[in-house]
């Protein structure tokens, strides 16, 4: 158990929709990362948040939004789904924002099913 | 622009026997390079990591990785694998200027024959 909890586990919606996937980190990690792990595109990172401010991009779509909130939690929404988005999606976090230093800590995922 | 390539797809090697995950990366400057493994439903955990210093470096559950850089390898070794290790095995490379960015590999499946 990483210390990274993520809701739901099973997500299954239709095309058009808008979901909001949930990330609370490790106590006391101040950065979230989000990462898209898909059959085709393997494993992408989308976003980073680190104290509640965007820290990087990555391969995140304009139809997909974070956010951290003062508690830490963070928050994927992704809106006007399509099949191509079904995938599992992690998060993960670390102590700092660490510019490439920080370990890492990954939850259980998200499988998002887009029908 | 940074990369990294893990040939092996599929890898299936029996219990007891060593095991040699390949791993090699394109990267300008100096990289950070990892090792994660993630089992069947599970998430990412890191085995490993290099930095700097010492370029053989020690993971967790018995796992070890050597930096070459005159060969842009960072290669998983295990002396003997266990049927647990069964597990897909992720390679990354992050850069210190890129703030935290992590590339993937595609994966390495490993099956543990009995």
């Known amino acids: 158990d990483s210390g990274v909890t993520q809701t739901p586990k099973h997500l299954i919606t239709a095309t058009g929709q808008r979901v909001t996937l949930r990330c609370s980190p490790r106590?006391?990690?101040?950065?979230v990362y989000w990462y898209q792990q898909s059959l085709d595109q393997g494993l992408q990172f989308l976003i980073q948040?680190?104290?509640?401010?965007?820290?990087a991009k990555g391969n995140i779509l304009e139809r997909f939004s974070a956010q951290q909130f003062p508690d830490l939690h963070s928050e994927l929404n992704l809106s006007s789904l399509e099949l191509g988005d079904s995938a599992l999606y992690f998060c993960?976090?670390?102590?700092?924002?660490?510019?490439?230093?920080?370990?890492?800590?990954f939850g259980p995922g998200t499988r998002l099913t887009v029908l | 622009a940074q990369s990294v390539t893990q040939p092996d797809i599929h890898i299936t090697v029996s219990e007891g026997a060593s095991l040699e995950l390949r791993c090699n990366y394109s990267?300008?400057?100096?990289?950070?390079l990892f090792w994660y493994v993630q089992s069947p439903g599970q998430g990412l955990q890191l085995l490993l990591k290099?930095?700097?210093?010492?370029?053989l470096v020690q993971g967790i559950k018995g796992f070890e990785a050597e930096f070459k850089r005159s060969q842009s390898s960072f290669n998983l070794r295990k002396p003997s694998v266990h049927w647990s290790d069964a597990a897909e095995y992720f390679c990354?490379?992050?850069?210190?200027?890129?703030?935290?960015?992590?590339?993937f590999g595609s994966g390495t499946r490993l099956s543990i024959r009995p």
């Open positions: 290099y930095f700097s210093g010492d370029t």
């Open positions: 990354a490379v992050g850069a210190y200027s890129s703030a935290s960015k992590i590339i």
């Open positions: 106590s006391g990690d101040l950065s």
């Open positions: 990267y300008g400057a100096t990289p950070y």
């Open positions: 993960a976090s670390s102590v700092t924002g660490g510019a490439g230093t920080d370990t890492q800590y």
């Open positions: 948040y680190y104290n509640g401010e965007e820290r």
